[in-house]
């Protein structure tokens, strides 16, 4: 499968614990994207990286929320002191520029959070 | 408000029947107009990708872009009951290649057999 992986599928977790995700682009993406998506709702932003750098953050990214991209190819997502709003699907996606269709952004399955 | 309005319906249709789906937009920077498929816990894949105004056409799905009235339309001919999904539009701006997507909020569509 050479698609965009994240893992777990699922987490569930008790208020105030932290969490990590990871997520594996593409080989060779050298864009990595995180939304988030509520029921209901269309993703939302998170951040982004090109390489190891990240470029852009939403303000819905708290002082809770952390990622990183250490070495330009996983990226993991960390929530800190999780909060029962925090739950929704995490999704990744990543892009490798320069293609006809420019930086079309492929998303992973996404991984499910349950915060209790 | 919202950048991107899109109807939520549900929309549920016989199989066979033509599809619309649409989405407004407020933000005039808007350049690249996407249409993303996504079914029940599952991760959004790209239907369709559209620049700026104009038509395209893809086996049974037509994308049209309207930026003078900032009005985006996807039109699935011949439905058939796996297209039932969540039909979600996207768009960015122009300018930089790469950015984030700016979603509407995803209209569900059912195709009964």
């Known amino acids: 499968d050479t698609g965009v992986s994240q893992d777990p599928r699922h987490k569930i977790t008790k208020r105030g614990q932290n969490v990590t995700f990871r997520c594996d682009p593409i080989?060779?993406?050298?864009?990595l994207y995180w939304y988030r998506q509520t029921l209901g709702q269309g993703p939302e932003f998170l951040t982004y990286?090109?390489?190891?750098?990240?470029?852009?953050k939403s303000r819905l990214l708290s002082d809770r929320f952390s990622a990183e991209r250490p070495k330009g190819s996983f990226s993991t997502l960390e929530i800190q002191r999780t909060e029962q709003g925090d739950s929704a699907m995490y999704l990744c996606?990543?892009?490798?520029?320069?293609?006809?269709?420019?930086?079309?952004?492929?998303f992973g399955p996404g991984t499910r959070l349950t915060v209790l | 408000q919202k950048e991107v309005e899109q109807d939520p319906g549900p929309l549920s249709v016989p199989e066979g029947a033509i599809v619309s789906l649409n989405c407004t937009y407020s933000?005039?920077?808007?350049?690249?107009f996407m249409w993303y498929r996504q079914y029940s816990r599952k991760g959004p894949e790209l239907l369709m990708y559209?620049?700026?105004?104009g038509n395209k056409e893809d086996g049974r799905f037509t994308a049209q872009v309207d930026k003078s009235s900032k009005y985006i339309s996807l039109f699935i001919r011949d439905s058939q009951p796996s297209d039932s999904a969540t039909y979600l539009c996207?768009?960015?701006?122009?300018?930089?290649?790469?950015?984030?997507?700016?979603f509407g909020q995803g209209t569900i569509l059912t195709v009964h057999p």
């Open positions: 080989s060779e993406h050298n864009r």
């Open positions: 996207a768009m960015k701006p122009g300018g930089t290649s790469y950015g984030k997507l700016t």
């Open positions: 933000n005039s920077a808007f350049q690249y």
């Open positions: 990286f090109q390489n190891e750098a990240q470029l852009e």
């Open positions: 559209t620049y700026s105004s």
């Open positions: 996606a990543s892009s490798l520029p320069g293609q006809a269709t420019s930086d079309t952004q492929y």
